[in-house]
């Protein structure tokens, strides 16, 4: 017997209750005395269409609980790929994402040459308890093998309580929620082979740290997270930023804490617009001595940032700024010059083209342009001298192809200069990129 494939929770319904009907008819008449002879058969017949039914139920089931074609939806901070689980009805999900690039220097310099690399291969795996708790994590393994510079990190791994939409908490290994790239860094949704410089050198993303908090939607518009975490440890301090100052939930110090909120308001009235701010707080020094002395090495950063999305137009623009509490005393120690006041900015614009050549296309063409400007030393401690090389701008123009959603190709050339004039090579990139 063939059924046309529901496609919804009434067709299942009337496909039972078709059924059904047929199974009652068939009860009636082996019940009656009538037809004596064919009342066995009939029996049969029930049973098979008794089976027949209950196959088809359970086909059904499993076509509406795992579509044939996954949606990919960002939800509650997460990438697309990263938020797979909470979309299941209960049960495990897996997701994950992966890249690899070319990169070709332009102009020689020192050491710098051509190279190609199988950047990372992310995983996810996530298993909902109950419609109120829920577990995610990412496994990442970076640069193809650990036998070389490879290594394999846990970026996330937490647990989500769900309580209404205005309050939820959140447990364990967490992503920092600030700037675009930290939450949302997979392939597909962002410009370019290199992710931006001012998200690594002033955001120090991927950034994660060991701690709890709450989450949620004030308003259908207002968005809020905020958590207490391990703080940053000033030992890795440098002059190119506070990035290897995180901890990362390995043996991490918890003498001091850090403090994260971030704001995201994205007004109904103008469709694909979002803004907002995030601002992080914390004392690094972690009861250590500097120099002799213990220090007070309370850490500032905060970034404001806009998006917007209209039609095949993509546009992002985030600012950043931090200051580091006795700089001086940390650069004694980590024996360099440590900037107490750091700051950056990039703004980046694509645009879809395809559209404009074949209207119902399903794939995706944007040649982009992004520039930064970032300086980890916009300030320095007195009596030391500042390091112009420190203070960059980038340039950087390309294409991203995507043939199918979760399946990006690009290319992009970028231009690197600093305040000091010291030359910095050009390069191009190529590469590619999927979700699952």
């Known amino acids: 017997m063939a059924l046309e494939k529901p496609k919804t929770m009434d067709d299942m319904w009337k496909i039972i209750q078709e059924q059904q009907k047929q199974i009652e008819a068939l009860k009636a008449k082996s019940e009656t005395n009538q037809v004596k002879t064919t009342a066995t ?95 995610n994590s990412e496994i990442e393994f970076e640069h193809g093998t650990t036998d070389k510079e490879g290594q394999v990190s846990v970026e996330f791994a937490a647990l989500d309580f769900f309580f209404n939409p205005m309050i939820n908490a959140r447990a364990g290994m967490i992503l920092m929620p600030m700037g675009f790239i930290n939450q949302i860094h997979e392939p597909p949704f962002y410009f370019g082979n ?110 404001g940032h806009l998006q917007w999305k209209y039609r095949g137009l993509e546009l992002r623009a985030l600012g950043s700024w931090g200051h580091i509490g006795d700089a001086e005393l940390i650069s004694q120690q980590n024996n360099e010059t440590i900037g107490s006041q750091n700051y950056g900015w990039y703004t980046e614009i694509g645009y879809d083209v395809l559209p404009l050549l074949f209207k119902d296309t399903s794939q995706y063409l944007a040649p982009f342009f992004r520039y930064e400007h970032f300086d980890t030393m916009a300030k320095t401690p007195t009596g030391r001298a500042d390091d112009l090389s420190k203070d960059k701008q980038i340039y950087q123009v390309g294409l991203q192809y995507k043939p199918i959603p979760n399946v990006v190709i690009k290319a992009d050339y970028r231009n690197i200069t600093n305040k000091a004039g010291t030359k910095e090579p050009d390069d191009f990139n190529l590469g590619v990129g999927f979700i699952f």
């Open 194 to 303: 290199n992710r931006p410089q001012v998200e690594r050198s002033i955001i120090p993303s991927t950034w994660s740290e060991l701690g709890a908090g709450l989450f949620g939607q004030l308003t259908p518009e207002l968005s809020y997270t905020t958590y207490v975490t391990t703080g940053l440890d000033a030992t890795g301090f440098t002059g190119k930023g506070i990035r290897d100052g995180r901890q990362l939930g390995s043996e991490a110090h918890a003498e001091s804490f850090g403090y994260v909120a971030r704001l995201d308001y994205t007004p109904e009235n103008i469709p694909g617009l979002s803004i907002g701010g995030s601002a992080y707080v914390g004392e690094a020094g972690q009861g250590k001595l500097y120099a002799g002395q213990k220090i007070n090495a309370f850490t500032q950063l905060y970034e």
């Open 41 to 135: 058969g009939d029996v049969k017949t029930l049973e098979r269409k008794t089976d027949i039914l209950s196959e088809e139920v359970e086909k059904l089931r499993t076509n509406l609980a795992i579509p044939e074609e996954a949606k990919y939806k960002s939800m509650y901070g997460l990438g697309p790929a990263a938020s797979k689980v909470y979309s299941v009805g209960k049960g495990l999900s897996l997701g994950g994402y992966g890249e690899a690039n070319y990169r070709g220097v332009v102009s020689e310099k020192g050491d710098e040459h051509n190279s190609a690399d199988f950047y990372r291969l992310v995983l996810y795996a996530g298993y909902k308890f109950t419609d109120n708790i829920l577990f």
